[in-house]
């Protein structure tokens, strides 16, 4: 399906890009410097890892990067389309090709509406397809991330499915209108750990088989780990630390790096 | 913890049901039967639905409909809280229970300060000639915040004007006011970033070892649960599946449930990272269950597995309910 622009796969580039929230109200100017002269690059197929606690500002990048937020300085490039500046048709034309899977899959679905309803909104909507090709394309959607009987999947509605089930809802959703990046901010802080390595596993194999680029978004550098190439470590808004995934966890090089890998209680001997 | 450390609470044959407005009733805990000795630290795992929280509410009798408690005997401190209703078990609670929960965001009333909700506490539980005016209360406050190693300044201030960190000690310092010989902790830090909840965390054990209270931490991170307790309680749709001492956990044979568990962590800075999953689904606790309620996800199961429920038996340093794990012990347990 995406073989006919396999070969010119957009880079994101993310260059120097800072974002200041001023407060308004009682509080009027009062500054919080989210995030701090970030530059990083990721190339068509790569995994990069935003990594750090609460407030580094993953989050805040994740929706620079998504176009949900402009930078207040500093440039965001996606092949030759100037996100920072979208607007419109274009913007739209953007969120075709830039998708997003959140946190949380009990917030991110209708719970009123049954799976195939959903996936199929993204074939509508981005696609133009019509209800034919939209429910073909649904169940094509839901065997990739593994929900099958697809035809009894796709009748269920969310409160029927269990956590990992609805995080792979969302992930097809999120596939439904053959995107090149996906950004995945927590997919599976959420989830009980014995489906998380599933849910992993299942973003592994579509940046394997799609050439799709994740960036991916964590406190959990398990994870991390298991599913990028390179990480870059965050703390209060600047990148602290940055480079190849397994180096960077074995030796690390700055004081935060090493609190949030001792902070981790994980139960091996 | 020696054998002859007294017994805090000691729960027979719980059970649980949930009965839903139009749904068929779900089987939550079933005939769970547990002992705690005083200043015992214990930590109980499992998967969502699995019935943790459950259990610690039936415990500690805090369940609210649709739950209920639908069997069992819970003796703590030597009375049986489930036959206690209304004023008998408010006054039993005061005299030992206290419980955190895992928000403490949602614990706390946004429209009172800390201090305001410390004194409802006390005076909603105060006893014939107790001090209980502002200055007794502030006292008592400050010397509760610097236990949560907390400021004294945070007991005139706002759940709003505290970091997620800082309201959950809150909580924690409100559960501790009245003196409590156990406190449940459910999932206190899972609401909190990494390195907050590494902070809380260490108070929390601290706090037990300095003043002797009973714990039970329940939890669906198993890493934090082998680094705070003594004990471990593995729990399995409704069921407790292993009673281990937390120092043994890593190490021999465990019930297949607890490692599969166990295999869903990793060192992320080991040379190869593999990370396990569990497939399948835990079973739907509305329906009546057969044998090991396990054994379709597992990978060790026999025929038998599929027709008897294993009971708790001897493995290791503690017990496991499993046939194959139990060996030696499938005759007996057939005849349960």
Known sequence: MSDHRSAQM????????????AARGRTRGAKTIAVDDVSFTLEPGAAVGLVGASGSGKSTLAKLVTASERPTSGTVTFGDVRVDRLRGRALRA?????????????G???PLHTVAYTVARPCHNYLGMNARQARNRVHELLDIVGLTPTEQYAA?????????????VVIARALACDPQLIVADEPVSMLDVSLRAGVLRLLEKLRQDRGLSLLYITHDLLSARVVTDRILVLNKGTVVERGDTKQVLQHPQDDYTVALLDAVAAPHP | MTDRTPTLLDAQHVDVTYHPAGGSPVHAVRDVSLS???????????????????????????????????????????????????????AQRRNGIALVLQSGMNALSPVRSVEHHLRDIVRAHARDGEDTSKAAVRRRGVELLDKVRLPADVLG???HELSGGMRQRVSIMLALSLDPKLIVFDEPTTALDVIVQKAVMATIQDLQRESGFTAILISHDLGVVLEATNRVLVMYAGRIVEDQPSGQLLRGDH?????????????????????????????????????????????????????????LTPLGAGEAACHVRAAGMTEEASVV
Not at chain 2, 74 to 87: K, V
């Open chain 2, 255 to 311: 019930h297949p449930y607890t490692e599969a568990l166990l295999g869903c962590y990793a060192d992320p800075r080991a040379d190869e990272v593999v990370l396990g999953g569990i497939p399948g689904s835990p079973p739907d606790l509305s329906l009546p269950q057969q044998g090991c309620t396990f054994a379709p996800r597992c990978t060790l199961a026999e025929d038998i597995c599929l027709e008897v429920d294993p009971p």
């Open chain 1, 108 to 110: 991110a679905l209708n």
């Open chain 1, 10 to 21: 957009p880079e994101l580039r993310v260059d120097g890009v800072t974002k200041v929230y």
């Open chain 1, 156 to 168: 269920k509605l969310p409160h029927q499915l269990s956590g990992g089930q609805r995080q792979r």
């Open chain 1, 94 to 106: 953007f969120h075709g090709n830039v998708q997003m899977v959140f946190q949380d899959p009990y």
């Open chain 2, 157 to 159: 201030k706002f759940p």
């Open chain 2, 36 to 90: 705690l000795r005083q200043g015992e630290f214990v930590g109980i795992v499992g998967e969502s639905g699995c019935g943790k929280s459950t259990l610690g509410f039936a415990l500690t009798r805090l369940l609210q409909p649709p739950a209920r408690l639908t069997g069992g005997r819970i003796l703590f401190d030597g009375t049986d809280l489930a036959s206690l209703d209304g004023e008998a078990l408010r």
